[in-house]
């Protein structure tokens, strides 16, 4: 297809659902109680209009489902979509991440019948019990997220992982963890340091109870992330990998800024209501935005002025992804970048294992 941009194709982040069961104390949801949140999904119909059996055959790679503020498994018709694109391409890698919670013991069975070797299943739990998990996974159900972990990671060909946040109730049970996760037929656990505590940030203070240790916090603006092997499988990355490799070499700095939307790491990232964004870092519906030239209200910035344009539910994928509104942001990295390439994708903060590596949320 004509790509005007040079936007890579292969791996698409897609929020196929902004609905979710869960309170998060630092989750977007929770912490803009004001904003007018949206159960916006993806249908079938609508998954399959973008991305049709031709568009996927010749571009997709991989399909991440984990969104900003929703979980994908309370897609309605996600077991269908996740049908859908194995029917036309097996070897395409569906990578889920999920809070786990309230789905049938049914639901996992037939879930795990779509999924084959190719496929990866992320559960995002952070404690070791129910009230451990629910300090911050809070609303969570932890008896449904161990039996639909469990039908994974014993009944499915996909690679299961175990996905945590360092927090203060955590950091000591990484041992504890790691033996719920072997029993539930994991194949990793993942670590990650975030930055959301309040030595990184006042909103968080004065006292953070969620805080860990200095050393489980994040040095830099991102995620850093640890995985710890606790089966013999490998997560099947390496196909499109390769293809990481390659574009990194190719992609040239824009001013200051390395744009890793152009290497494909992050995957090109679709909010539920359809709005395409180079990645999920440039979505989040924080009040204080930039768009290049000065500070300004969410509601007035780009992607919510332009959403109509850019909406792969109301236009053509190919059609979003040549709109002329793109010279905007690539004219900003040569000038004044917006707030978030510039935090997160500066020539001189890219490192090339990061960009070249498979995580992307």
Not at 5 to 15: C, P
Not at 296 to 324: C, G, P, W
Request: glycine fraction near 4%.
């Amino acid at each position: 297809m004509n790509n005007r941009y040079g936007w890579q194709l292969y791996h698409w982040h897609i929020e196929i659902s902004a609905k979710c069961t869960l309170k998060c104390p630092r989750c977007p949801r929770t912490e803009l109680p004001a904003t007018s949140w949206t159960n916006d999904e993806f249908t079938l119909q609508e998954f399959s209009q973008a991305f049709t059996p031709q568009f996927i055959k010749e571009n997709v790679k991989r399909f991440t489902f984990c969104g900003d503020i929703g979980d994908p498994i309370y897609c309605k018709d996600f077991l269908l979509i996740c049908e859908y694109i194995k029917n036309i391409l097996p070897t395409c890698h569906i990578f889920i991440i999920t809070n786990g919670s309230y789905k049938k013991k049914t639901w996992w069975e037939e879930l795990a019948t779509i999924l084959n070797e190719y496929d990866t299943v992320n559960f995002s739990v952070d404690g070791y019990d129910q009230e451990t998990n629910n300090m911050y996974r809070v609303n969570s159900n932890w008896d449904s997220i161990m039996q639909g972990m469990s039908v994974m990671g014993h009944d499915s060909d996909a690679f299961v992982v175990w996905a945590s946040i360092y927090f203060k109730f955590n950091q000591l049970h990484q041992n504890k963890i790691k033996d719920i996760a072997q029993i539930n037929g994991c194949d990793s656990v993942q670590w990650t340091k975030s930055t959301k505590f309040a030595s990184k940030y006042d909103t968080y203070g004065p006292y953070d109870h969620l805080e860990p240790d200095e050393q489980y916090i994040s040095k830099t603006n991102r995620y850093e992330r640890s995985v710890v092997p606790i089966s013999d499988r490998v997560q099947p990355i390496n196909d499109y990998m390769q293809t990481n490799i390659t574009k990194y070499n190719e992609t040239k700095p824009h001013g200051n800024i390395l744009p890793l939307c152009l290497v494909g790491n992050r995957g090109m990232y679709l909010s539920a209501d359809g709005t395409l964004h180079p990645c999920s870092w440039t979505s989040f519906p924080y009040i204080a935005m930039s768009d290049g030239e000065k500070t300004i209200n969410y509601k007035d910035s780009f992607f919510a002025m332009y959403r109509d344009q850019l909406s792969v539910k109301t236009n053509t994928i190919e059609n979003v992804l040549n709109h002329d509104l793109w010279e905007k942001l690539f004219s900003s990295w040569k000038n004044s970048p917006w707030v978030e390439c510039s935090l997160k994708c500066k020539k001189n903060y890219v490192d090339y294992d990061y960009a070249v590596g498979y995580e992307t949320n």
